[in-house]
């Protein structure tokens, strides 16, 4: 299980500290970093200011959000990111959800997102292969664009620019069931938003026949601390915001999520507590036992118990969201294979 560290998205503006902490993470034998998108900074330009610092940690979008960009805009921020890089890129894609869709993009959310989400990839995956010019007769993306308000000049065109890889990694952050069992078949790998080792259950029916090399890469706030309460606190403001205020009370796919995980009527109400204005209310609702799960927090011993937990089930990848270098620290050593007694220091398991 590779360890990756998970930026996220800027508040006020640029983390002075997050450089060096990829720097850190780099340094100490983490295979990635991820930076995400919401509405506000993008995803890509920081990736980019990252590339130009480092030599071997590979860079993912967790997530880039689809309606942002078309489809072929998203591949050349992919391709071009993948050349300046020296081929370290990989694009992580969602597509979030009504409220940020309709109302920050000022775009319509798809009436079928499966089908939105699939012809997507199918535009980019054209541009990286640079075989022929894109050509999709699609439902949302169509190319050349036939829609009734279009000229009908649109041309088949391939980018000028060749691809460094045809096969660049495109990975998923899909929560329903049927979008995670479309991304097993149509991307290289799924970044799930909660993923608790307690209950593999949930997304087992969407994850059979998984091809080889698929990755599994859910994000994890991490902690190396003393009170667990105190750990966790950072987890449940996120969850509450997450819960509670990314969606609409009727359509609201993270507690949708957080419901089929068993915490059905703890979501509803962190839901009706946020949207009543009640925010820190709506935080302290937010159950330990989900928060607990769903992270690692507490002292070194408890979290290298949890995290063989995580080890046991098809995760591949565990994108860390840490606040200081001592965690990081932490968690590589934990992630390092034991050494066996012996007569040579071969005998490294």
Not at 53 to 79: D, E, K, N, V, Y
Not at 277 to 285: C, F, I, N, T
Request: charge should be neutral; charged fraction near 20%; proline fraction near 9%.
């Amino acid at each position: 299980m590779r360890l990756g560290l998970a930026l996220g998205y800027w508040g006020r503006g640029p983390d002075p500290a997050h450089l060096e902490l990829v720097r850190e993470a780099e340094a100490l034998g983490y295979a990635s970093v991820w930076t995400a998108e919401a509405w506000g900074s993008d995803a890509f330009t920081p990736l980019t200011w990252i590339a130009a610092h480092t030599s071997r940690i590979r860079l993912g979008t967790g997530i880039a959000q689809m309606a942002a960009r078309t489809p072929t805009a998203t591949a050349m921020h992919a391709l071009t990111l993948d050349h300046l890089s020296g081929g370290r890129m990989m694009l992580g894609l969602g597509l979030s959800g009504p409220q940020v869709v309709e109302g920050w993009y000022g775009r319509p959310f798809p009436g079928s997102p499966l089908t939105a989400t699939r012809e997507y990839v199918d535009v980019i995956r054209q541009v990286l292969a640079r075989e022929a010019p894109v050509e999709l007769d699609g439902r949302f993306h169509s190319h050349p664009y036939n829609g009734p308000d279009g000229t009908g000049l649109g041309k088949p065109l391939k980018p000028i620019t060749h691809p460094l890889r045809a096969r660049l990694p495109v990975l998923l952050g899909a929560e329903g069931p049927k979008n995670i069992a479309q991304t097993t078949r149509i991307a290289d790998g799924w970044l799930p938003l909660y993923w608790s080792p307690l209950r593999t259950e949930v997304y087992e029916a969407s994850l059979t026949d998984l091809p080889d090399g698929f990755m599994i890469a859910p994000m994890v706030r991490a902690r190396v601390c003393d009170d667990v309460a105190e750990g966790l606190l950072p987890v449940k403001a996120m969850l509450g915001f997450y819960i509670g205020g990314m969606g609409h009370a009727a359509r609201n796919f993270h507690a949708d999520l957080m419901a089929r995980m068993g915490f059905e009527e703890e979501a509803r109400r962190i839901q009706r507590l946020f949207l009543e204005g009640r925010k820190e209310e709506a935080v302290l609702a937010v159950p330990d036992a989900f928060a607990d799960e769903i992270s690692l927090v507490g002292p070194r011993q408890r979290i290298a118990e949890r995290l063989e937990l995580w080890r046991k089930g098809p995760v591949t990848d565990l994108l860390v969201t840490a606040p200081d270098p001592h965690t990081l620290r932490v968690l590589a050593e934990l992630s390092q294979p034991p050494v066996w007694p012996g007569p040579s220091a071969r005998c490294a398991w």
